[in-house]
């Protein structure tokens, strides 16, 4: 065997060990999240009058005394929810075209307000867990002021230059963890409002990938290297399963690698490109992806994408193939 092959085996029998190493922490690392919880939330109910104070100081103190950002003027700024977006429509936002207006019904608006409301009580859990579990798993990772290391406190500007193009990442995340070997962790929550099935394990096998792409921009912002996501459904099973109930929350982890950063940056830099250049990038041919996008209009205006006509059609297909299953009823009735 000659010694570039040999060599060629032996990176590669390595590179092995690492995915399986880096998958043997994973599971331990959402195991133990998990196990976090449900140990916290096996205790009878706590009032801890200093970690209230703390809640209450906090949320005051952001609002009278904001963190002063170190925003560069002129530069396009990303944020990380906003990276499974396409080009175009990073694009509209950078040039400040005009957004579509966004109608929310009374049970949407309800919808928003219980998954912020559960943000917020899951904050609260993580620091009365670290305060009254023996033998936390997690710590909530503090500021160099002592603050926790989440949200407002953590939100944060970092400019980059990269393929020759200059730009800026802003935002914030749900938090970062101290785990119990010392190492940092990103915390990232997420609520799932329709059925409890919406997070078992046939819906739900991993971390959605738009929420990947948000964690690979965070590790670029705030330097955090490995991520779990506990994803929770805010539907719950019947009280009286006990034991039985479905699980109502899952945990994942994910490691961003090098590449899937270069990428991000990538995407970033073509976008800076096409902005200074006065050049709307190419529209992606799917409906789908516009689900939930601020600018079907200008789309449609553009000539880049006609969501509506899309939207429709694929109406027309799910009623027509609604009847066409209808009818297949009726028949098998009346052959009985």
């Given at each position: 065997m000659s010694g570039k092959k040999s060599l060629f085996i032996a990176?590669?029998?390595?590179?092995?060990?690492?995915?399986?190493?880096?998958?043997?922490?994973?599971?331990?690392?959402?195991?133990?999240?998990?196990?976090?919880?449900?140990?916290?939330?096996?205790?009878?109910?706590?009032?801890?009058?200093?970690?209230?104070?703390?809640?209450?100081?906090?949320?005051?103190?952001?609002?009278?005394?904001p963190k002063p950002l170190n925003?560069?003027?002129?530069?396009?700024?990303?944020?990380?929810?906003?990276?499974?977006?396409?080009?175009?429509?990073?694009?509209?936002?950078?040039?400040?075209?005009?957004?579509?207006?966004?109608?929310?019904?009374?049970?949407?608006?309800?919808?928003?307000?219980?998954?912020?409301?559960?943000?917020?009580?899951?904050?609260?859990?993580?620091?009365?867990?670290?305060?009254h579990l023996k033998n936390p798993a997690f710590k909530v990772a503090r500021m160099p002021n002592g603050r926790p290391s989440w949200e407002h406190n953590l939100k944060d500007v970092k400019q980059f230059e990269h393929n020759g193009r200059r730009f800026q990442i802003f935002g914030m995340m749900d938090g970062i963890l101290q785990y119990k070997d010392g190492?940092?962790?990103?915390?990232?929550?997420?609520?799932?409002?329709?059925?409890?099935?919406?997070?078992?394990?046939?819906?739900?096998?991993?971390?959605?990938?738009?929420?990947k792409m948000q964690a690979i921009a965070y590790s670029l912002l705030f330097g955090v290297d490995e991520f779990v996501f506990v994803y929770e459904s805010l539907a719950k099973d019947g009280w009286l399963k006990g034991e039985d109930a479905k699980p109502d929350m899952r945990a994942f982890y994910f490691k961003p690698t090098e590449t899937q950063k270069q990428e991000i940056l990538d995407k970033f830099a073509t976008v800076v490109e096409h902005v200074e250049n006065n050049d709307k990038p190419e529209a992606v041919q799917d409906g789908s992806v516009y689900l939930f996008s601020e600018y079907k209009t200008q789309l449609k205006k553009d000539g880049g994408f006609d969501w509506f006509a899309w939207d429709a059609e694929q109406k027309r297909i799910k009623a027509e193939r609604a009847a066409e299953r209808k009818a297949a009823r009726q028949r098998k009735a009346a052959e009985k």
């Open positions: 990176r590669g029998e390595e590179l092995n060990q690492k995915v399986m190493r880096n998958k043997g922490r994973g599971e331990e690392i959402a195991k133990d999240m998990l196990n976090h919880f449900k140990r916290f939330h096996s205790m009878n109910e706590i009032y801890d009058r200093d970690i209230e104070e703390q809640i209450l100081e906090e949320e005051l103190e952001n609002i009278r005394n925003f560069e003027k002129g530069l396009v700024t990303f944020s990380p929810s906003s990276v499974s977006k396409t080009n175009r429509e990073l694009y509209y936002k950078a040039k400040n075209y005009p957004k579509d207006e966004q109608i929310f019904l009374p049970y949407q608006r309800r919808w928003v307000r219980n998954g912020s409301a559960v943000h917020a009580a899951v904050q609260k859990d993580l620091l009365y867990a670290e305060e190492s940092k962790i990103g915390f990232e929550f997420k609520t799932k409002s329709t059925t409890i099935g919406a997070v078992g394990n046939y819906k739900m096998k991993d971390a959605h990938d738009s929420h």
